[in-house]
């Protein structure tokens, strides 16, 4: 079976920016030119898919999502999660490991594994604990997890407080070439925190985190990735001074990639001042001017990617006191018209906005996706860039409904998202 | 013009002219509590609950006795620990309050924004008697009744809150209800214990006391939260005591006839010496008392609505 997608603006970064056909073959990309239509308008055995006035873009690549699965299956499966990512555009999501148990053994790695296979819509590929446990203390069997299908290593939401062992687990991982992700939090400086703390948190009363809590870490990772070379890979940077160093970091050859999320570009702190929970995440929402910087790092590449941090919690969780609220909150299906903004006001091109959703992330993770390069798996998604749609929380595909974007009119809709040849998402369908 | 509003959740949002009122309807229930008999029948078939879920005596009290005295009726119901601890939310709480019929609801709470998140899912009209760090606007208003009372009026004043502003509600409140009021507000404390930006609310940041209360007309001392020693916040009670320590030669620096408060309760010999508390410039008793005035004052505007 033959599918072409005619028409359409192919967006593949590095390799294509322009209206072209895309030819899908055995669940692979054939060929990505202009007027292949015409060659094949006398295939029968061709399904064809018109994509006048569409992106066709390789499918998102989202390297930082939570998927509760197993353990809280009340706030997401991995089956609603990749339902909400498809949705969103994203053929292929790495989900954390702080599930429970942990993500820190073969078994429940090929449990998720087995889950993702079972709900056939995004790849999900599992991030295996550093620590046994994620309790900072010993290493994780990172070799099994390796071979177990996991793709990095990271304790997220528990910070490796203790240096030594995130020395360590550097040392290790750089022997699976595997990137190391730490959560860039001195726990001890955000101790009792619900939000950023400053002008607003000081009004409102809401014990605060520094933006030093996420610095002092972020340049302890930089130190230790320069003394052992490992890759590390930064996830939601939220500060200015995060930014700095970062850059500064690349300028001097150290192997480091860092990710923004779309809300850390999008709000401020002021998101905080009613009180709702939906705007609590940690790191949390920052002040104006670490919204520019982290939008200056997108631009000059410092920022190499744009990740989620989907992180799902019930409704009776987020309707809880704003300190004793969970932090996080979703955004697979948000994410894409929330980037499609920056290239709007003129921060990104629509080239660089797509390459942080697909080729960027993928090389991050060493992944065989996010391109359309004939050969790959045709994992392809179809957007309506003008077409405008309220976010209604009811109709959002994840199990929960924490998001500070309810309500929001968004530009740029996702129509169809192909995972292998198949389509897994069609807005028509829904 | 007369109150709009359902709930007192923050004086942060509330207008002078909100705030005069409500001190002007505090004014005459002054004289109720000084009656032999000392009830009115303003409230009378309406229902005050009060949830407080962190222990508090006078406040407590203060609005226990405020609601009765206005012959409403008065539940207390304090929950031992807060939702998380209990398994049943703060929304589900105030709900079966609700569904009893109660008019209106006092909230004491650990977590800033209590109130409001409750105001906000409620018909009851919602007090805030104190929600974490945020406010307690109702000391701040038997605060600015007795500063009103006694120096005729609070424009132009100088005035020095002194502590724990960080973590104080009463601070907030205070900040706001007097710098919106027209006086000039000087905060003081270690660094440690002053947020960040704490300058953008209208006040002046001072760390060294005998420079701050210099020729001020009020002096509100906050009270220090003795079980925050060990947390880095001050070294010892002893150097606290030192340097933020309102005693008899400090007192001496300011105004003449300034007047000295204190929300309570006293540590004596710590924020504030033992002479000072009862000395000729405290007024601590004269805020207690209204107090009651102003939550019956309160209570009467809310439960005027509609």
Known sequence: MKVLIAGGRVVDPGHWNGVADVLI?????????PNLQEKFQK????KM??????????????LHVHFREPGFEYKETIATGSAAAVAGGFTSVCCMPNTQPVNDSR?????????????RKARVFPIGAITKGSKGEELAEIGELVDAGCVAVSDDGVPVMNSLVMRRAMEYASAFHLPVIDHCEDSMLSRGGSMHEGAVSTELGIPGIPKAAEEVMVARNIALAELTGARLHLPHVSTVGSVRMVREAKARGIPVTAEACPHHFSLTDEAVRSYDANAKMNPPLRTDEDVQAIRGGLRDNTIDIVATDHAPHAVQEKQLEFDAAPFG??????????????????????AQAIDKLTREPAQVFGLPYGTLVPGVAADVTLIDPNATWVVDTARLHSLSRNTPFAGWTMKGKVVKTFVGGNVVYDRDEQ | MSFKRKDLLGLGSLSPEEMALILEAAEPFKEVSGREIKKVPALRGKTVVNL?????????????LAAKRLSADVVNFSPSSSSVVKGETLLDTARNIEFMQADILVLRHSSAGAAEILAKNSRMSVINAGDGWHEHPTQALSDLLTIQEKKGQVRGLHVAIVGDVAHSRV???????????????????????????????????????????????VVIMLRLQLERQGRSLFPSIREYARLYGLTFERVQRAAKDVLVMHPGPVNRGVEIAHDVVDGGSAVILDQVANGVAVRMGLMYLLSQRN
Request: glycine residues 8%.
């Open chain 1, 25 to 33: 073959e055995g669940g692979k990309i054939s060929a990505v030119e």
């Open chain 1, 43 to 46: 295939v029968k055995a061709l």
């Open chain 1, 49 to 62: 898919i018109d994509a006048k006035g569409l992106l066709v873009c390789p499918g998102f690549v989202d």
């Open chain 1, 107 to 119: 078994s429940i790695t090929e449990f998720i594994l087995a889950q993702a296979a079972a709900a």
């Open chain 1, 329 to 350: 909150i979703i955004g697979l299906e948000t994410a894409f018209p929330l980037t499609l903004n920056l290239v709007e006001e003129g921060i990104l091109s629509l």
């Open chain 2, 52 to 64: 407080f879920f962190e222990p508090s005596t006078r406040t407590r009290t203060s609005f226990e």
């Open chain 2, 171 to 217: 601070a907030r409140s205070n900040i706001h209800a007097l710098t919106k009021m027209g006086a000039h507000v000087r905060v003081v404390g270690p660094p440690t214990m002053m947020p960040l930006f704490l300058h953008r609310l209208g006040v002046q940041v001072y760390h060294d006391f005998d420079k701050a209360i210099a020729g001020v007309d």
